[in-house]
């Protein structure tokens, strides 16, 4: 059985920082691309950051420079650092994992930024 279970999130001022954490489990973690994505409300589901096999990154250009994904094989786990938070920023962030046909989700966590 897949699980993604995310971690990390919760409210958090403007300009302050969070770190959401996806374990996995039940897949071959190694041989799956990841992804955060994330949805606000009334809004789609958009993508946050990905990153490869091979550790290869791509980012939401709202992200760019604020937000840093990274994996750790090793834990099956992979991160989101979230630096410079906006209100703009506040959605429910989804794990994604992906490999040809599989494509496995996370149930979300919330993250909320605002004074």
């Known amino acids: 059985q897949v699980q993604l279970v995310e971690s990390g999130g919760g409210l958090v001022q403007p300009g302050g920082s969070l770190r959401l954490s996806c374990a996995a489990s039940?897949?071959?973690?190694?041989?799956?691309?990841m992804g955060w994505y994330r949805q606000a409300p009334g809004k789609q589901r958009e993508l946050v950051a990905g990153?490869?096999?091979?550790?290869?990154?791509n980012y939401a250009d709202s992200v760019k420079g604020r937000f840093a994904i990274s994996r750790d094989n090793a834990k099956n786990t992979v991160y989101l650092q979230m630096n410079s938070l906006k209100t703009e920023d506040t959605a429910v962030y989804y794990c994604?994992?992906?490999?040809?046909?599989?494509?496995?989700w996370g149930q979300g966590t919330q993250v909320t930024v605002s004074s």
């Open positions: 994604n994992a992906k490999r040809m046909q599989l494509d496995y």
């Open positions: 039940g897949i071959t973690f190694s041989l799956y691309a």
């Open positions: 990153i490869s096999r091979g550790d290869s990154t």
